[in-house]
């Protein structure tokens, strides 16, 4: 049963993995590039569609400014005004030619005429206008109220747009002055501003049709976009293949929409899709094959391992695994039968060792009692000096003893005031040893007192200012403070003796151990002990002695006290 369970584990991770690996980067990267590919056709689209229509409007609203020109100088003409009037009818030659000169610069853009108050023409310089305009509807009386141009789109006629303005006279408007664009001119006017393929529409304020290119075969076109613009909805809705994209000329309210073909159509996009769906069926197919293949040919010699290893955890270390190849399932075989050799011999060591541990624990509780012998044989040295009147030797006996007693304890931490203590009774011994040679002084705030510290952690320090800082005889001062700074307690021991040589102030900042003969093995101990307990960055620190002269030395501890004391 538990290697059918192998068996099914194995071959399903091994399954997922295939899958992952070759199907996940496959269709990433199948999303991806269909997304950059249609985005990017999109973005161009969109950047063609808005330079075409911005061309088209500026084409249209450039030539209603030219027409509004051209009727505004002839609305000024004199000559045309008496013909408004029936008083220069008689010299149609002349307004004619006064007609034909205004507009000769727009001959091939629009048709121009003239028109009395009662709406019949009387000049025109083509045929296709209409003979006669309703003066009392229509856009000759949107011309008679409003003041400028009037634009109106029309289907009638064969005209497509048409500007008026009026003449004013003694009693209302005299007359009109026409522009008339036509479907041939709308695509003269056109002509080149939009690509193959695209199709234009000029709308009025209304969305009514005005004009259409001649490829746009779709009568209905603009009431859908109506019916769109009226309900809220895309104008993309008004047809499925195209985008529409819509500006507004300022200076009549018409509109220019220019149809554009999607880049990328419905039915394109779903063939685009199916393949990339058949190439991921497929490559998940040879994924699968590929998987079931491996794995038929790693199950066996994994079931026997694993039956093998279940034999070793149930304590039979004999156990081995016949190696019949030279491939990595392989060697893992022989990795195991070296394995299990390994931990048996490894099993008979131990159990030497748990024996010769034993015996070892025993000759340490034994040799416990040497470091009391000389306690005691320190206490009788004591008591003999004090019997034979040798002060010194008495009181050197019972500080060595009081130290022995104190470092052989098991507390790896002990309160400031113990080694302080501790430190009196060394440099009581000193000052027997070297009289005259130093002074000392203690500076501790009361509340540190209780606070923990390393055992024999100043000792080695103040030893160091002793027998470095004065070895060149001179006679000076040591000093230790213990202050709060924050939640750090900050021991500081210095001396004004002749300071650490430069040589070994960079020895010990780089770390290098101290140098046979040299001696400072006690403050490399002390940082060493300081970087065990607290962090690397706990060391010792060298300070800018005070006037220049001796070693200052800082260490810097969190202030911890045991439990029920200060601060605790």
Known sequence: MRGVGLRASFRKKLLGSFLAVGLVPLVVCVGLILG?????????????????IEALTSDLGGLIASC????EELGREELILRAMTGRGRGNGTQVYNALYSAAAPLLREADFALYDAEGKLLYAISNAVPRSLPANWGILAAAREEEGLVCRGTDTGGGCMRMVQAIPGEEGAAGYVMAELREEHFRHLFQGSYVAGNDV?????FWSQVYASPTLQDSTLAPRLRACLMEGRSLDEAGADYTYHVLREEESGFCVLLRQPKPLADGVMRLFYVVAGISILLCAAVCVQVA???????????????????????????????????????????????MTQRLKANLTQSIRQQQELGDAQIRMMQAQLNPHFLYNTLDTLKWLGKINGSQEVSTISADLADILRRSISAEEFVALREELAVLERYVEIQTIRFP???????????HLLDALVPKLMLQPLVENAIIHGFEDGS??????EAVQSGELMLLTVRDDGCGMSEE???????????QAGNGHLGLYNVDAILRLHYGPDSGLRFLPPPGGRGTCIRVALPISYEKGGEGS
């Open 36 to 52: 950059i590919f249609q985005t990017v056709l999109l973005r161009n689209s969109m950047e063609s569609a808005q330079s075409q």
């Open 201 to 205: 529409l000029v709308l009025d304020p």
């Open 68 to 71: 509004g020109d051209v009727l």
């Open 475 to 480: 006679h000076g001062h040591i000093t230790v």
């Open 292 to 338: 079931m293949r491996i794995s038929r040919q790693l199950f066996e010699p994994i079931r026997t391992l694993n039956s093998a290893m279940a034999a070793v955890e149930g304590g039979d270390l004999d156990t081995q695994v016949k190696v019949t190849g030279t491939d990595e399932i392989s060697q893992l075989s022989g990795r195991f039968n070296r």
């Open 504 to 514: 070994s102030l960079e020895r010990f900042l780089r770390r290098e151990g101290p």
């Open 436 to 446: 005259g040679k130093f002074d000392f002084s203690l500076r501790v705030e009361e």
